[in-house]
Structures are given as structure tokens and as C-alpha cells.
């Protein structure tokens, strides 16, 4: 990719990164995201993404997945992509046991708590732990995280969960890779034919590179959730105690 990112003509564009279960860094955010937007010239709509991981390690997941959830059902100017972790409820709510440990060590304690569940009961009740989720899983916020999309694309900018895999077309990403990679992805110098703008991995502030931009802060332990503004050829960077620009 040549030259200097741009998005779409006429879009502004506000990525939020891994939100993990904390809602009151949520709201302080999409207050900060109003003002931003609100002190912009140009009279645009925001486009708002949120790039995956709402849910786990923070108290509040069932908060969070109910905002966002009634945010993009009211809003066709937000969206929401798939991350990992939501992969994960997805595929114990429809029954698969063999993820259950995994998703508890890596915060899923903390989801089911945020719904009445006991963690301590789920270890122990694989098979019955589908029906409980399910039950206490609002039906319309299930459907609707199950068809979440996995990436979107604006101008010379590629947003996904994760990442991408190095000198693979854009087109041809393979589901593990855009919700799971990691490494491979952070360590490549290489034009990937888009910026790729990606959460999943916590870097200590919002990270720049020439080829990604990596919006994940890790709010469920530092208490700051990141967004980074990106309008024709400007970027912003916004966080829930920081504004800086980019």
C-alpha cells in the first residue's frame, strides 16, 4: 500500500478495543467518543466498531453484551465483530464440552457470573452447563452473537479481532487466524494491503505501526479501554483516562 491511510470518502470511524466485561469503562468511552465526535466538523454519522473480546476476565460481561447488543440493533452505523472469546461462549452455549476448561481459565468465570452461574458449578456439570447459558442467555443477544461478522474493511483500513496472516489476500483470511493469531501477525513487517486494525494482543497504550494498529489496553486490568478515531487521512487515539493524538 502506497502513500498515506485513508478511509472511505465522507466515513469517520471510532475502533474500540477488547472491552472484557468492564461496562463503566464502556460508558465513560462512547461519552468521550460523543465529544470527540460532537467537536468535529462536517456533520458525519460515526461509524463505531467494536473489534471483539466484550465478554470474559471483567465482573460485567452480561452488562456489556446487553449495551452493545441494543447499540447495534438501534444504529446501522454500528457494529460489532466476532473475537475469540465470544467464539467460545457461542460454541458451549450449542453444546461442545471440549473448550470448557480453556474458557474458564482464559476469564469465562467471570461471564458466568455476570449470569447467575456458578463457575465452581460449571467445572464440574459440562454436559448440563449448554442448557444453563441458554437459559440464562437473553435468546435474541445468542442469534446475534453467533452471526457476528469477523472482519469489515474502510478504505486502506482492515479491522478484525486479532489479526490477519502474513502474505495471505485479505479475502482469502481464514477464520483461526483473524480470531486467534497472534506472533506471526505482531512480528510482520510486511504490507498486508491494508492497515490492519486489530485488538487481542495488550500493548501498554494504543500501538501504530506502519502496517497495524493495535487498540487493545487491556481494561479489565489497567482500566483503560482505547479507541483510535480515524477519518480520511487523521487518526486519534482515545482512551477512557487519555486523549492523545496519534
Known sequence: MRGTPRTDPDERIYAIGDIHGCHDQLLELLDRIGDDNAARDGGLTPNIVFLGDMIDRGAKSADVI???????????????????HEQALCNIASGSTDEIRDWLRMGGRSTLRSYGIDPDWAKDNHDELAGELTKSLPSEQLRWLRKLPLSARSGDYFFCHAGIKPGVNLARQQRDDL???RDEFLSSTLDHGAVIVHGHSVVNEVQVE???ISVDTGAYRTGRLSAVMLEHDQRKIITTNVVSAA
Request: hydrophobic letters at 50%; aromatic letters at 12%.
Open 210 to 212: 506502519r502496517n497495524r
Open 179 to 181: 480470531l486467534w493469531i
Open 66 to 84: 446487553a449495551h452493545v447488543f441494543e447499540l447495534v440493533r438501534d444504529n446501522s452505523n454500528i457494529f460489532a465483530l466476532l473475537g475469540n
